[in-house]
């Protein structure tokens, strides 16, 4: 499966996730895989790829750009309610998809899908509420403008919802959530978790 044949911020920062993937990585998991464009990418990282979305026509566009992939499956269901068996994955990571959910509980879903030692990466939305937020959102504007005039910028089609939890908010809770989180902030309006497993 190629890239994405659109550009926008969500698979700008795909490298970031495809970057954490760790060596050698055997089954991974997309949270939220909307059109399936990430789980493809895994696909050359990973010896097998799962994406799960709850959205049937996310899923069913998954599906036929993947066409008979041998190591790419995908399920439409909620993750929060679906029984991954704990410990059964070397990656699981999530595009843009956590400010759907209830973030505590599917970060920790997550972490729990992870074996000992696994990675786990997420970008995320967050939202402005102080005059530092909008300053440093505001940072980005011009990157972004240049981007737009060199890339064809689309989407996916997946609903969009505008995030409730701030950026220290998600990063007071990650941390709270997984001690030893990396989080960062990045120009082009999204954040990154990445965070390693104990193996023991």
């Given at each position: 499966m190629a890239r994405a044949a659109y550009w926008n911020h969500n698979v700008h920062y795909q490298s970031v996730i495809l970057g954490a993937v760790p060596p050698g990585c055997g089954p991974a998991l997309d949270v939220g895989c909307g059109d399936g464009v990430l789980a493809g990418r895994l696909a050359?990282?990973?010896a097998h790829v799962t994406g799960i979305d709850r959205d049937r026509r996310m899923i069913a566009l998954a599906?036929?750009?993947?066409?008979?992939?041998?190591?790419?499956?995908?399920?439409e269901a909620d993750f929060l309610a679906h029984d991954f068996p704990p410990a059964s994955f070397d990656f699981v990571c999530a595009n843009t998809s956590l400010h759907h959910?209830?973030?505590?509980?599917?970060?920790?879903?997550?972490?729990?899908?992870?074996?000992?030692?696994?990675?786990?990466?997420?970008?995320?939305?967050?939202?402005d509420r102080s005059f530092g937020d909008y300053l440093a959102s505001a940072s980005?504007?011009?990157?972004?403008?240049?981007?737009?005039?060199?890339y064809r910028e689309g989407n996916s089609g997946a609903p969009i919802?505008?995030?409730e939890m701030t950026?220290?908010?998600?990063?007071?809770?990650?941390?709270?959530?997984?001690?030893?989180?990396?989080?960062?902030?990045?120009l082009l309006w999204r954040y990154s978790l990445l965070w390693r497993k104990s193996p023991q």
């Open positions: 050359g990282r990973c599906r036929a750009q993947a066409g008979d992939h041998a190591r790419v499956r995908f399920i959910m209830d973030f505590a509980v599917a970060l920790t879903a997550m972490a729990r899908a992870l074996r000992p030692g696994g990675g786990l990466a997420v970008v995320g939305l967050a939202a980005g504007i011009p990157l972004n403008l240049v981007y737009r005039a060199l919802k505008d995030p950026w220290t908010e998600v990063r007071t809770a990650a941390r709270g959530l997984l001690p030893g989180v990396r989080y960062r902030r990045h």
